[in-house]
Nanobody, 124 residues
């Protein structure tokens, strides 16, 4: 599976961005998908994940209520809608895929495939 993330940019605090991650290769719907982020000097952290069907989604506490993950299996794409952005959301955002595993338990170390990151910068 090859993943290509896009949609990052510079936005003011309180604004919104939508990230997209397009997948190519093997059956997209077989994979649990996740978004992670890494800020300068910090470890990569979990942001959100979504089940294979798209029926269940999970979020880290810092983004819960502000970010929404969804997927379109017909388009082999997963999205991250980010609203009410804060300066502390500034990071490089990565999409990732894992074949085996439950979406509520995914961690960066066990993901099978990663896309190149997309920079999100939130100014105050």
């Amino acid at each position: 599976v090859q993943l290509q993330a896009s949609g990052g940019g510079l936005v003011q605090a309180g604004g919104s961005l939508r990230l997209s991650c397009a997948a190519s290769g093997r059956a997209f719907s077989n994979y649990v998908m996740g978004w992670f982020r890494q800020a300068p000097g910090k470890e990569r952290e979990f942001v959100a994940s979504i089940s294979r069907s798209g029926g269940n989604s999970y979020y880290s506490d810092p983004v819960k209520g502000r970010f929404t993950i969804r997927r379109d299996n017909a388009k082999n794409t997963v999205y991250l809608q980010m609203d009410s952005l804060k300066p502390e959301d500034t990071a490089v955002y990565y999409c990732a895929a894992v074949l085996n595993g439950a979406p509520q338990w995914i961690v960066a170390a066990t993901m099978d495939y990663w896309g190149k990151g997309t920079q999100v910068t939130v100014s105050s």
